[in-house]
């Protein structure tokens, strides 16, 4: 059982962490840059792919409060696995890193759909 005290003294741990809030920090200025652009005041915010040729309209248009939710989301996502870690840390050393590392891949995914939300408007 590892030791809470020893969290923040694990570098690799520390790595995960730091390699998380910049995603989250460099997710949310690039959507917020994006979004200051100011081209249009109406956004692509969700796009639906139908399996049937007769889908008439397959983008739905939102305003900018739609795509704040990729900013939230980004900062929520770096908060919670930090503190999942942290606590799971004192179970086992792996679970927490497995923790961080699923929150890589979240914040990843989430820059890339959010990228492809704001190419389309």
């Not at 994006?34 to 639906?48: D, E, N």
């Not at 930090?82 to 606590?87: D, I, M, T, V």
């Not at 891949?105 to 990228?115: D, E, G, P, R, Y």
């Amino acid at each position: 059982m590892a030791n809470p005290k020893q969290y923040f003294h694990d570098h690799f741990v520390l790595l995960l962490l730091s390699i998380n809030a910049f995603l989250a920090v460099a997710g949310s200025i690039f959507v917020l840059a994006s979004l200051s652009s100011g081209h249009s005041t109406t956004y692509i915010v969700q796009c639906r792919d139908c399996s049937n040729e007769a889908a008439v309209n397959k983008f739905t248009n939102g305003s900018v409060i739609n795509l704040l939710g990729f900013v939230v989301f980004m900062l929520l996502v770096l908060g919670i696995h930090a503190l999942l870690s942290f606590r799971a840390y004192r179970i086992h050393r792996q679970t927490a890193i497995f923790i961080l590392f699923l929150g890589i891949l979240l914040l990843i995914l989430s820059v890339i759909v959010a990228n492809s939300l704001l190419v389309l408007r």
